[in-house]
């Protein structure tokens, strides 16, 4: 199998980009994957923060604009890393812009795929508020990749992602380029007071869910629940295809 690098972007702030990205990195170890984390946020650095996940954090950020040779960096990361290495990679919504004119400047997809090395742009999407600048990001991302499968995530923590009453797959983003979106994803929509807030206290404490699970600073019901949504989690990663369709038992 070639090396796989998943890219993780969005424009809007708060969109669950730092959660897909531990999530990507923690599923990818339990199953026994080979696996590289880079986080390229320039301002909140969420992914590196997590010291189980071993996150490399580059500042590519010379001053409103990406430092070149510091992003060549990270391609040099990719191209030596091991066979059958994921690579994953959060970066910044402060940079967002400047990380796809830097990818689309330099081709930089282009170079990866011609040595054989399987992309994914994941871009989560929110509901609520968020749901207009969160699409606008899709779209500023198939615009720019067109060559390069997109992972979209569905993030229902603030309600459904849905307009006028249609559902993501039945909008008109998804209808015109569903053949480039190489999978749907989902943060499900989860009780606020309760698995909501669970899962901002372990990304609140830089844990993963791993470590919260067997943590005592978590009282029993609050590591059930954790639980619970990590093992729903990997049932559904378990079926990705874009992960090799790579099966494993449920977390005990």
Request: contains cysteine; negative net charge.
């Amino acid at each position: 199998m070639v090396k796989t690098v998943h890219i993780v972007m969005q424009g809007k702030g708060g969109a669950g980009k730092s959660l897909t990205s531990s999530m990507l990195v923690q599923y990818l170890r339990y199953t026994d994957h080979t696996v590289q984390a880079i986080d390229l946020d320039p301002t909140t650095p969420t992914l590196s923060a997590i010291r189980a996940l071993n996150a490399l954090p580059i500042q590519i950020m010379g001053g409103d604009d990406i430092n070149p040779r510091l992003f060549d960096h990270v391609m040099t990361r990719i191209f030596e890393s091991q066979e059958k290495t994921h690579t994953v990679i959060d970066t910044g919504t402060s940079s967002f812009i400047a990380t796809c004119s830097y990818l689309a400047e330099n081709n930089a997809f282009d170079l990866l795929q011609s040595f054989d090395v399987r992309v994914f742009i994941h871009c989560p999407v929110c509901g609520g508020a968020a749901l207009d600048d969160t699409f606008n990001s899709l779209l500023a991302i198939l615009s720019h990749f067109p060559a390069v499968p997109v992972v979209v995530w569905l993030n229902e923590f603030f309600g459904p992602v849905a307009s006028e009453g249609r559902g993501f797959e039945d909008s008109k983003i998804y209808q015109d380029n569903k053949d480039r979106i190489a999978a749907v994803m989902c943060h499900p929509k989860v009780q606020a007071g309760t698995f909501g807030e669970d899962i901002r206290a372990m990304m609140g404490a830089k844990l993963t869910f791993d470590e919260a699970i067997r943590s005592n600073d978590f009282n029993v019901m609050a590591r059930q629940r954790l639980k619970i949504y990590w093992s729903k989690a990997i049932e559904r990663l378990d079926g990705a295809a874009f992960l090799d369709g790579h099966s494993a038992e449920a977390a005990e």
